[in-house]
């Protein structure tokens, strides 16, 4: 029952008039008396000036009563109801005694402890801590304060402080606090979080302290790292039962562990608090308990040997499951589900339902043999439905003592390994790809050599009008797409001749954009995001805007009804990458560009083909199937990397990493170089011309004889030495690279040693920097196959401007 405020209304009987006021009123009257008689001389007039002395004291002493004044500050009484608030407020139980003894404040607390509001120190019936309050009391009116410790009040056990206050100190004020008493709950709580906690882990003992509510309060890390994950979790507070599971055999395992944990004992230990009593809440089933979790071993507590069987191989990370005679699949763990491509949760009714149909009779036999007779074991080689081009080994053993169990399935979970050998055999196999179409290239540059060289001598003999001059030009016009296509092919083979610079990838995106926007045409909307602290690196950018553009017109093509094409600049740290665990992609500092579209998507077999070249999906004249190996060697031979993401009718998306350049010249821009223009291509001198192709050795030769230069040939390396060591004084050397019996770098570092001021003048279907890494040789020009007249001429001429001729 709520209490009210012990204070008192009439503040005026907290301070009694004092005893002399009225002597001492009746004496100044006599005096006032004696004084007029003095000076008048008439009793009559002392008399009556005494008499009105007491009536106006009597009348101003009852006004005062009836409208006491406003008490000074010394004389202010206290306001006890801000008291008591604030002691309610702060949940403290207080009192306060003026000097009379009496209860003038009380709180709420108090009066819930001492029913009815008793006056300190009479507060309980023990008379020998009455006495001892007593003494405090007249100890804190004495020395202004005092205390009694321990003092027992039922089940509470009280420390009560009493000090003097009050702007006079005339009152005393009562402060009991509680003890708290140590329990039970206490010392487990020390147990699980302590050092024993940690030695009952080492164990295999769980332990976890609960209350009544069902909520954990404190638990062992051995509990807490199969539980929730991490021994270092907070699980206070959760509910014991979300941790926990009960299989449809009345087993209780870890909700964490699924199905491949093991079966778990559990003990139960009530606990109680040492303030309460027998039969208290907290007390039995309903209160506080700790509970110790134990595996269970095989066999004991109700489980069967099989179900203990079956938990071990639940845990062992080969595909293992268990058939019994009648080839009906008892048990499979995860590994063996993930192995033959099955959901979590389902089960195969018999092990023929796992492989094609071809396969099912003889694994049923398989399963039959091995189920009676004599234990054995042998594996035999299946195709699973879910991968039926790749061959597996499933192995069978026969087990008895397991009660339905006959048979022991293996099958081991390769899908990661399986993974990585296809990635390899198709890095295997771009590669070989490239190195074929590389090759091709080299020819094919050297037949366009000699078609367009031919084109360009017949062009310089015919005049626009001409019958024959339309088809001339159609036949350049054709051999230059041509020659566009071998750019391509080596691209992708990563030898064509790159220049790298270094630059930013979102300045590359944005010089494109205007084009992009052309070639996507309004159905498709562009967006461009690019991310912060960029780092700079080190490639081609007319390549990577090759790149760029190629993506984005396959993803126009793969949103016929429209769409967005998204492309996205972002840095990718070291760290990320480690936590990406490619298997590809080493760790590093990565700038990547993402390119997505929101078209059909690319279905799983044909995104294991996109970057073969001649690969394409559109129909017969709308594509060549370079496009994205031409992305693929450029990246490549860009020191990067390029993946392709996509799910069928989710659109696509292709991520290039390229890697951050790390060198001293990271800051500064790259100055392009403006092209050195002459006009002026005739020349004289001495040609020494060593290819051992004819064709385009006849074409060249003509072409260097129309600029006025004096050509001498030879058809190999060889012969191209006996011509310098002849007394023709050569200028210009001017050679192919790959030549049968000495090739063009031999015969140049032979003949540098006899003439080591000789221009020479390289030419190559090959690239130049990959020439140039085989090449130790410093001061020659190069001029890529396939190459016009006039480029020729003007390579020629640039060539001997390196330096003076032979003797």
């Known amino acids: 029952m709520a209490t009210r405020l012990k204070s008192r209304d009439d503040a005026w009987l907290a301070r009694p008039p004092s005893r002399l006021a009225l002597p001492l009123l009746i004496v100044a009257a006599l005096i006032s008396a004696g004084l007029v008689l003095y000076a008048a001389g008439d009793w009559a007039l002392g008399a009556g000036f005494g008499a009105a002395v007491l009536v106006i004291a009597a009348l101003l002493s009852w006004f005062r009563h009836l409208y006491p004044p406003a008490a000074a500050d010394s004389e202010a009484i206290p306001d006890w109801t801000v008291a008591r608030a604030a002691a309610d407020a702060s949940n403290m139980a207080i009192a306060v005694t003026d000097r009379t ?83 039970a709950l206490d010392d487990v709580h020390r147990l699980l979080t302590g050092e024993a906690g940690r030695q009952l882990g080492e164990a295999g003992v769980m332990a976890v302290l609960i209350g009544g509510e069902g909520r954990i309060r404190a638990a062992n890390g051995a509990f807490l790292l199969r539980a929730v994950g991490r021994i270092d979790a907070n699980a206070n507070g959760r509910d014991f039962a979300s941790h926990m599971r009960v299989d449809d055999k009345g087993r209780l395992f870890l909700a964490r562990e699924q199905t491949g944990g093991l079966p778990l004992r559990l003990l139960q230990v009530p606990l109680r608090r040492a303030t309460q009593t027998g039969g208290g809440r907290g007390s039995g089933q309903d209160g506080p308990m700790l509970l110790l979790l134990i595996d269970e071993p095989g066999g004991g507590g109700g489980t069967s040997a099989l ?94 003592g397991l009660g339905e169990a006959a048979v022991l399935l293996s099958l081991k979970d390769n899908s990661e390994e399986s993974k990585l050998k296809r990635q390899v055999a198709q890095a295997t196999k771009m590669q070989a790809i490239g190195q074929l179409a590389g090759g091709v290239a080299h020819d094919f540059n050297n037949i366009l050599t000699a078609i367009i060289g031919h084109c360009d001598l017949m062009l310089m003999r015919h005049t626009p009008g001409d019958s024959d001059y339309d088809d001339i030009q159609q036949v350049k016009s054709n051999s230059n797409r041509a020659a566009g296509l071998t750019r391509q ?89 480690r936590e990406m665990r490619h298997q590809i992609l080493p760790a590093g500092d990565y700038t990547a560009l993402r390119v997505s579209d929101t078209g059909l998507g690319i279905s799983p077999d044909v995104l294991a083909k996109i970057f073969e070249p001649f690969f394409t999906t559109k129909e017969l004249g709308k594509g060549t199937g370079l496009g994205l190996s031409t992305v693929y060697g450029i990246v490549k031979q860009s020191g990067g990397y390029i993946f392709a993401e996509s799910d069928p009718g989710q659109g696509a998306s292709f991520v290039i990493y390229l890697p951050v350049y790390q060198g001293a010249d990271v800051d500064q821009a790259a100055k392009p170089q403006a092209p050195v223009r002459r006009s002026e291509t005739w020349g004289t001198g001495t040609v020494l011309l060593v290819e051992d192709e004819d064709m385009v050795r006849a074409v060249a030769e003509r072409a260097l004889v129309r600029q006025g230069y004096k050509v001498l040939t030879a058809s190999d390396g060889e012969q191209g030495l006996e011509v310098l060591a002849g007394e023709e004084r050569i200028d210009l050397l001017i050679s192919d690279v790959v030549m049968p019996n000495m090739d063009g770098p031999s015969m140049v570092a032979r003949a540098r040693q006899m003439y080591p001021d000789l221009p020479v003048l390289f030419m190559s279907g090959y690239a130049e920097e990959q020439l140039r890494k085989s090449i130790d040789i410093a001061h020659v020009a190069f001029l890529p196959k396939p190459f016009s007249v006039s480029q020729l001429a003007e390579a020629a001429r640039d060539a001997l401007a390196l330096g003076p001729g032979v003797e």
């Not at 008379?127 to 304060?145: C, M, P, Q, V, Y």
């Not at 979590?344 to 003889?362: C, I």
Request: with cysteine; charged share 25%; net charge neutral.
């Open 101 to 183: 003894g009496r209860l003038v404040c009380a709180s709420d607390l108090f009066g819930e402890w001492f029913a009815g509001y008793p006056t300190p120190p009479a507060l309980i019936t023990d008379a020998t801590a009455t006495e001892k309050l007593a003494d405090a009391a007249r100890k804190a009116w004495k020395d202004g304060e005092a205390a009694v410790r321990g003092m027992a009040h039922g089940a509470l056990r009280l420390d009560v402080e009493i000090c003097r206050t009050g702007r006079a100190e005339d009152y005393l004020l009562w402060r009991f606090t509680p003890v708290r008493q140590p329990s």
């Open 307 to 400: 179900s203990y069987i079956e938990t071990l191989l639940s845990l062992l990370p080969f595909g293992l499951a268990m058939a019994d005679r009648d080839g009906r699949v008892l048990f499979l763990n995860n590994a063996f589900g993930r192995a033959v491509g099955l959901k979590p949760g389902d089960k195969p009714s018999y092990p023929g339902d796992l492989v094609v149909r071809e396969d099912q009779a003889a694994v049923a036999d398989a399963v039959r043999r091995f189920a009676v007779g004599p234990q054995m074991s042998g594996d035999i080689a299946v195709r699973m439905r879910g991968q039926p081009d790749d061959p597996t080994a499933l192995s069978l053993a026969g087990v008895r």
């Open 489 to 577: 092919l080596l691209a992708f083979s990563r030898q064509q001749t790159l220049r790298p610079q270094i630059l930013q990838l979102p300045d590359i995106v944005a010089d494109v954009s205007n084009l992009l926007k052309r070639l996507l045409g309004e159905s498709v909307k562009l967006e461009v995001s690019h991310g912060r602290n960029l780092g700079a690196v080190r490639a081609d950018p007319g390549q990577l805007e090759q790149v760029i553009v190629n993506l984005a017109v396959n993803a126009r093509d793969a949103m016929p009804q429209g769409g967005t094409l998204n492309i996205q600049t972002y840095a990718v740290p070291a760290a990320r990458v």
